[in-house]
């Protein structure tokens, strides 16, 4: 895979809103689509708004999630069905289409974990310190010493699901290698153990911002997610 990458302000939820249709006000340009966040994750929330409103020129409004809405219990075995249940709860929970994203870090040494556990891979209630520290000491255990032996990507699919039970998917990966201790201020998660390819062995953590979600497998995923979401809303404008 290719080391470099090819290519709202917030609101509140309205008590009771309705499905937010994709379509043209008669003699006028249509309205925003406006996006339910489904994670409760604030670092997340900050970076897909910061991609999305890069990505989208300002026709997608993201809204926050709603504080009242109770988490949802990841049961998914892929990225995919967790983060489909997260857009659905939230759709349930508010009326209006929701955008979803799951992620992981998978590790070639230890057999693609931690995988879909990633967020909780020390246990329930872990810290990313706490992950970061038992991912270390396993590769350590499995003598995955050379930086060969280290390879790693991360995954991400965003999902946006619709009232009307459509949906929208954009995935995105990253390869890379994990450094045997962490390094950089920035990110949250894995990522001062993650080196991307090309990036002369910084960690995600010691990027600018912008630099990382030009790389990031969170930023190829809504990048392509923005692609199909404009072919939806191109194709609703013309019904």
């Known amino acids: 895979m290719s080391s470099e990458p090819t290519d709202a302000d917030r609101a509140s939820v309205p008590a009771g809103a309705g499905p ?75 009326g209006v289409p929701a955008l979803a994203d799951d992620s992981g870090l998978e590790v070639d040494a230890l057999g693609g974990a931690p995988g879909v556990l990633s967020a909780r891979y020390a246990g329930a209630g872990a810290s990313d310190a706490d992950n970061v520290e038992l991912l270390l000491t396993e590769l350590r255990d499995q003598g995955a010493l050379l930086p060969a032996q280290r390879r790693a990507r991360f995954r991400a699919v965003v999902l946006v699901a619709f009232p009307d039970g459509d949906e929208v998917v954009g995935e995105g990966s990253v390869e890379g290698t994990i450094v045997m201790a962490p390094h950089g201020a920035g990110g949250f998660g894995y990522d001062p153990v993650f080196a991307p390819d090309g990036a002369d062995g910084r960690t995600f953590a010691e990027l600018d911002p912008q630099d990382k979600h030009r790389r990031s497998h969170r930023g190829r995923a809504l990048r392509a997610l923005v692609v199909g979401l404009s072919a939806k809303r191109v194709r609703s404008l013309g019904d």
């Open 20 to 94: 937010v249709r994709l379509q043209a006000k008669s003699g006028g340009a249509p309205g925003p689509l406006r996006l339910v966040l489904a994670t409760a994750n604030a670092h997340k929330a900050d970076e897909i708004e910061a991609i999305v409103a890069t990505e989208a020129g300002g026709w997608i409004e993201l809204l926050p999630r709603p504080s009242g809405v109770p988490d949802v219990e990841e049961t998914g075995s892929t990225f995919e069905a967790n983060a489909r249940l997260k857009a659905r709860a939230l759709v349930t929970a508010t």
